[in-house]
């Protein structure tokens, strides 16, 4: 069933079994959910016989939407708890996009003996992404109370934006998202250092983030960095099948 | 199961999806497209698909189906494209029972 009680929290989670590996994909803040990976890799991975997990993270998507609890740690702990849950027990590749990718990197580092893999999309894993987005993120937040966004735009009959609004709303001025987020350690060289699984490390060429990608691949032991020409942040999204040819070479590999 | 049927399972379970606003629209015909005319957002095209799942088990594989398309290829769909899959993958079941 797609509704998942883990670690008293209920989660909207697909699981398709397999006898590969176990692949469990994390998707980015606010306004992202399962829908960006279900419709782009997570398919062709089943296809490949691995066992695939998708979530809506805690607040996003169909997931419930507590008040608090959505710090990177938390986050962690909800994956803990889902694959808990699923009857999952041994090491898992995790895929992350965006901030599911600074999840997938803080799991690996908290429970190495759960991690067997990191694919790491246009991950915010070093640099003052913190602060800029928490910065981003509380004017959206003001932007959306004071100019009551998701009534005006019912009033004018943009159906799918409203609810999105209403969803951005709800998760910004509802939860301490903003603040958790604030309050998050960045990554340091040594901690990566400390990294023991192999990660592959993708971004794209004109990413505000690309500095991470030289981080990791500088400080990560085992890190392949692969640089996507002409691409900013969405090559999730714009560069689909390219994504996907290295995801499975690099989950195909022995 | 005849298409008006399928299409009506769809309709009830869209109602169940996105709440009784998605009625709103109007009456939900074969040629009602997800994007167009419902605005569904993805998650919850993922959502219908999960309950059409349930409904038709094996018999119907919308994983399969939905991997032959990018994602505006599929929200561009209407309720008959979707309706038709359905009926045909029925009909391809019962005639190898």
């Not at chain 1, 992202?32 to 890799?41: I, P, V």
Request: with cysteine.
């Amino acid at each position: 069933m797609p509704d998942l009680l883990a670690g008293g929290t209920r989660f909207h989670v697909q699981h398709i079994k397999g006898d590969g590996p176990t692949v469990v994909f994390l998707h980015g803040l606010v306004l992202d959910n399962l829908s960006s990976f279900y419709y782009t890799l997570a398919g062709p991975a089943a296809a490949t016989g691995a066992e695939v997990v998708l979530y809506d993270l805690r607040g996003h998507g169909r997931s419930e939407r507590p008040p608090t609890g959505y710090d990177v740690r938390d986050a962690v702990a909800d994956l803990v708890a889902v694959l808990g849950a699923l009857g999952i027990d041994r090491p898992v590749h995790l895929v992350g996009n965006s901030y599911g990718g600074v999840i997938a990197l803080r799991a690996a580092l908290d429970r190495p003996d759960l991690v067997a893999g990191l694919a790491l999309i246009e991950a915010h894993a070093t640099g003052d992404w913190i602060d800029r987005m928490s910065d981003t993120l509380a004017v959206a937040a003001l932007g959306l109370e004071h100019d009551r966004v998701p009534e005006q735009l019912r009033r004018l009959g943009a159906r799918k934006e409203a609810r999105m609004a209403a969803t951005a709303d709800a998760l910004l001025n509802g939860t301490t998202l903003i603040d958790d987020l604030a309050a998050t350690p960045p990554f340091g060289p040594a901690e990566l250092a400390s990294v023991r699984c192999p990660v592959l490390a993708l971004y794209g060429e004109h990413s505000e983030l690309a500095g991470a990608g030289r981080d990791l691949g500088l400080h990560i032991p085992d890190c392949t960095v692969h640089v996507l020409p002409g691409l900013a942040h969405t090559v999730l999204r714009e560069a689909t099948a390219e994504v996907r040819d290295l995801l499975l070479d690099w989950l195909g590999r022995p | 199961m005849t298409p008006d049927g399928i299409l009506s399972e769809i309709a009830e379970m869209l109602v169940d999806v996105v709440g009784e606003e998605i009625l709103l629209v109007g009456e939900l015909t074969h040629d009602t497209s997800f994007n167009d005319d419902l605005a569904l957002e993805s998650i919850e095209f993922v959502a219908l698909a999960e309950r059409l799942q349930l409904r038709y088990g094996e018999r119907v594989d919308f994983m399969a189906f939905l991997a032959g398309m990018d994602i505006d290829e599929i929200m561009g769909m209407t309720l008959g494209d979707l309706t038709d899959h359905i009926a045909a993958s029925l009909a391809l079941e019962s005639s190898r029972a």
